[in-house]
């Protein structure tokens, strides 16, 4: 793979996004390449959970656009901004807890297959083997066979945030989004995670992952931005992130 | 997807389906020992039971707490009662149309309502159903025919009868090919569309389609950045609903041909809402049995005066029995309301799940109490997991 | 012209009653979050809280007259009220002031109403959704209304107000008009005035007691008013208690205007929902402000001009304008940016 701007798959083009007086995110420009695994660090209250909110379409810029694989996305409605492959893993984790856990991971499948909406309400359920076996392999994959059949809001923190990231992978997103996949997770499944996260860069999906914990940014990420007060400070590859003075200064000084 | 997709049933369902159609069909010999085995009362059985189950697949589905469905049964009956004065005592195109413009009714109703959410949802549905209320009691007069409601007449058009039928001489009953619907076979008559009705509602819960309903009511966020457009799911089950009161209302008119617009006032809506939650919001049978429950009771609470009760509590002393009398006096005949009234109240505060989660917590406790937290955390179990 | 200040005044009445109302509903849905749907009962209520007073003031001694018979032969029955018995001519003004009275009696039961009912029922709500309170709430209504509906029966019950402001007022002479053109009954001023007053009172309480101040802060946020170690939840049961008091007297005034019956409180509710939602769920002003907005609306609905206009329109002019507000502008008239938006 070449890093050529051909390959750029995300443009964040020139994003402000000011609440009240208050600038949450000023000349965000950002370039993710098809493929590559892009980690945005920063310290609390850098504007790094409101970046992704803005390309996910749960905030409008209020200046700028982001274009997706050649579409603006600006302006979109949540639910088509992930039709056109956009899926993302929320901080706190966003399942169905009254759901089955089986039945979490076969639902986003649903919607990659059917579109935003199907007309399906006299087939069953029972028939969809395709999709069933898949959301099963899934599962095994991540370690929650057994618990198939339980209401996914009985799982532990750590359980859900790993169904959500299945729930994710099961469309085979263009662009997989992660807010913090790891926070609150022990120590081993944090690793189980990061191998998850090994394995899909092999299939070649492109990722942005907000991170607080070093060790995880560093085992996956081929490039980093750090965004300080709602500005890009620094980007580039890990090596020359850390070895960058400004950065040290403003963030990793502070938390190494 | 294809036709006999439409007929695949797991196991499990079909035998839900074969208890339930055999329950139904038996209630003229069930309910004997009960006292409540004659006809005008199994058409309420069977009538209410459409209702609620219609209104299961919304509330019970997506969580949208509609205020306003009486609205839907009114224009269900008087679409019914219209249909007979203008072409044909034969029910099916009396329901056929019942259905229908319920359904429209619905889909303008849902498109605005279903924009927002939460309790603004309910009010909305409640200002819509206050509205077409007030219209059908004052400008809609010439529709509705007002206070008096809407009655056949002898110089009705009826235009289809009259080209096969000679006319005769009093108010006609409708018949389905011949056969009155009035007592049994009216009953059974509205048995089978319980029965239909119950049997798509099945596959509704079954279906993807019911996940997605399901999924709406879990985590409205999950669903639009999982990539689904909740609005035309919620709107489908909103209008699926609306016709399965629709059809209710037009199954009143075909067993009493009469339509009046206290049918949709919203203490009506309120009494749908309660038949839903008292047999288990979300569950299959649930509203079915809450249905029958609060139909049973009101026949028997209001029948009951004082004479009855003295019989009742003549075994005690005077004066302790005057206070008996009094006190139950109270809960019975008029005073059924009060009754309803309150167990409203107590069902939504200590069994929120309604009769079938009682069940559930009961069985809990028989099998076992040991494996009580397992069972809670495991998901409902009934129909919606896709099984084996 | 003129009929249009007719029908500006012949809605503040109404509007005033839908103001009261909908300050109660707001407050309860402000500090406690929860959907009242049994306010309307208290409102009816209060309104037999009049109809009690009325009755207990002119209950009877009845003496039989041996000397004089009936037509029937039956001795003539002579019926004395038992005040007037007792006090001559301040009993027969008691009875002939039932009405106003009333808010005495009317405070005292509908605070111990408000706090049983809060205390009993509503405060195991506050954590559950929507849905359940609105429904526990409409059960408890219901349940109020039909043990109204036991003792005092089905009809309704006509209440005099008192003699000497029964009858209405030219207020077209009074503006230098001629007279007959603008005639408005005495009580419905009165009740214009009186709902003012209490709005006046309720905002002047939240606005310079300590108390009303809490309640406020909590109503703004209610979790930080928490963290300073304020026990705000005995002070929410009293606010219970107010908006209930408040709608209690309301329904005591409006007793004249329309004779109350059981299902008064439910005819009420529906409308005022109407007025919270258009005022703006959580805006105590937005609650007045569209009381008296849509009372004055309804009001020109309802001349016959606009009805040969649009007929009908009088029966549905309120819930078409709450479908309106909440489509074009969900928050409300009032109502705060993000408070039940979604």
């Known amino acids: ?155 532990s923190r750590g359980d859900k945030r790993r169904m959500e990231l299945a729930m994710c992978l099961m469309q085979h997103p263009k662009l997989l989004l992660l807010d913090e996949p790891t926070a609150g997770m022990s120590r081993h499944d944090t690793n189980t995670t990061i191998e998850l996260l090994k394995k899909i860069k092999e299939r070649g999906m492109t990722k942005v992952i907000i991170e607080h914990d070093m060790h995880v940014v560093f085992s996956l990420a081929d490039k980093i931005s750090v965004l300080a007060g709602g500005r890009i400070i620094a980007e580039g590859t890990p090596e020359e992130v850390r070895n960058n003075p400004k950065v040290q200064e403003a963030y990793l000084g502070g938390a190494h | 997807m294809n036709f006999q997709g439409i007929f695949s049933m797991s196991r499990k369902d079909l035998t839900t389906l074969v208890i339930f159609s055999i329950v139904v069909l038996a209630l003229p010999i069930w309910l004997q020992p009960f006292g409540a085995a004659y006809p005008d009362l199994m058409q309420k059985f069977a009538i209410f039971g459409i209702l609620a189950i219609g209104f299961n697949i919304l509330f019970g589905l997506t969580g949208y707490l509609s205020f306003g469905h009486a609205a839907f049964l009114g224009v269900g009956s008087y679409t019914a009662v219209w249909t007979f004065k203008l072409f044909s005592m034969n029910p099916i195109p009396a329901l056929i149309f019942a259905v229908i413009l319920s359904g429209l009714f619905a889909l303008l109703i849902g498109y605005v309502s279903l924009r927002r959410s939460g309790i603004y949802f309910s009010i909305l549905t409640l200002a819509f159903a206050q509205m077409s209320y007030n219209l059908a009691y004052s400008v809609l007069t010439p529709i509705t025919n007002g206070e008096t409601g809407l009655q056949l007449e002898a110089g009705d058009p009826r235009v289809l009868d009259s080209m096969f039928v000679a006319e005769e001489a009093g108010l006609p009953v409708s018949n389905f090919f011949g056969i009155e619907m009035s007592g049994i076979p009216g009953f059974y008559f509205c048995a089978i569309f319980l029965i239909l009705g119950f049997f798509i509602t099945q596959r509704i819960f079954a279906s993807p389609f019911g996940m997605m309903l399901r999924g709406i009511k879990s985590n409205q966020t999950r669903m639009n950045y999982t990539g689904f457009n909740t609005r035309p799911y919620t709107l489908t089950a909103f209008v699926i609903s609306g016709m399965y009161a629709g059809l209710a209302g037009g199954l009143m008119a075909v067993t009493d041909p009469l339509a009046g617009a206290e049918r949709m006032q919203w203490t009506a809506s309120g009494e749908i809402v309660l038949m839903t939650i008292l047999g288990g919001v979300g569950t299959l049978v649930g509203p079915v049995i809450g249905a029958w429950l609060i139909k049973y009771f009101e026949n028997i609470f209001s029948s009951f005066n004082e004479s009855v009760l003295h019989n009742l509590f003549g075994f005690l002393p005077d004066g302790v029995e005057g206070f008996v009398v009094e006190l139950t006096s109270m809960f019975v005949g008029e005073g059924w309301h009060l009754t309803l009234g309150l167990v409203f109240v107590l069902v939504v505060t200590f069994l929120p799940g309604g009769m079938m989660e009682g069940y559930r917590r009961i069985t809990t406790l028989f099998t076992g109490g040991g494996g009580d937290g397992d069972k809670k955390a495991k998901a409902d179990d009934t129909q919606t997991q896709p099984a084996e | 012209m003129d009929a249009i200040f007719l029908q500006f005044l012949n809605g503040l009445d109404k509007g005033g009653a839908y103001a009261l109302i909908a300050l109660g509903l707001t407050l309860v849905f402000g500090t406690l979050g929860v959907v009242n749907f049994a306010h309307g009962a208290l409102f009816m209520l209060g309104a037999f809280c009049a109809v009690t007073l009325r009755k207990i003031l002119t209950m009877q001694k009845v003496v039989l007259d041996e000397e004089n018979l009936t037509a029937w032969g039956t001795p003539t029955e002579i019926r004395t009220t038992y005040v007037e018995t007792w006090f001559g001519d301040f009993g027969t003004q008691l009875v002939n002031y039932s009405v106003p009275l009333a808010i005495l009696l009317a405070i005292p039961v509908m605070l111990v109403v408000g706090v049983v009912m809060e205390r009993g029922l509503i405060k195991h709500f506050y954590r559950r959704p929507h849905a359940e309170q609105i429904l526990v709430t409409f059960g408890l209504a219901i349940v109020l209304q039909e043990i109204i509906k036991h003792y005092f029966g089905a009809n309704p019950i006509p209440q005099p107000m008192p003699s000497n402001l029964a009858g209405a007022a030219d207020i077209g002479v009074m503006m230098g008009m001629d007279p007959n053109i603008i005639v408005y009954p005495w009580w419905r001023l009165v009740y214009f005035a009186f709902s003012v007053i209490v709005i006046g009172a309720v905002f002047a309480f939240l606005q310079f007691t300590t108390f009303g101040m809490v309640v406020r802060a909590g109503m703004a946020d209610r979790e930080t008013v928490g963290l300073i170690g304020i026990d705000i939840d005995k002070r929410f049961t009293a606010m219970f208690g107010l908006a209930a008091v408040v709608a209690g007297v309301a329904g005591v005034m409006y007793t004249p205007l329309l004779p109350p019956d059981y299902h008064l409180g439910m005819d009420f509710l529906v409308l005022t929902f109407v007025v919270v939602v258009v005022g703006g769920m959580g805006s105590l002003p937005g609650a007045v402000l569209a009381g008296f907005m849509l009372g004055i609306l309804q009001s020109f609905a309802s001349m016959t001009e606009i009805k040969a206009i649009i007929p009908g329109i009088d029966q549905i002019i309120i819930y078409l304008v709450a479908v309106i507000i909440l489509l074009v502008r969900p928050r409300g008239l009032l109502g705060r940016k993000g408070v039940m938006e979604s």
């Not at chain 1, 996910?56 to 409605?77: E, M, S």
């Open chain 1, 1 to 155: 793979m070449t890093t050529s701007t051909e390959n750029v798959v995300l443009h964040v083009a020139d994003v402000h996004k000011t609440f009240g007086g208050l600038h949450a995110l000023s000349d965000i420009d950002l370039q993710i390449e098809e493929g590559k695994t892009h980690a945005i660090i920063g310290p609390n209250g850098a504007g790094k959970s409101t970046l992704l909110n803005v390309v996910v379409g749960r905030l409008a810029p209020t200046r700028g656009a982001v274009v997706f694989d050649g579409k603006v996305l600006t302006g979109k409605q949540p639910h088509e901004i992930n039709q056109v492959g956009v899926a993302r893993v929320f901080q706190t984790p966003e399942i169905f807890p009254d759901l089955s856990v089986l039945q979490n991971v076969m639902a986003p499948a649903f919607a990659k297959r059917d579109g935003s909406f199907k007309l399906n309400f006299l087939s069953s359920l029972d028939d969809e083997h395709q999709i069933r076996k898949e959301a099963e392999e899934m599962l095994e994959d991540i370690g929650l066979s057994e618990q198939k059949l339980m209401k996914a809001g009985s799982l």
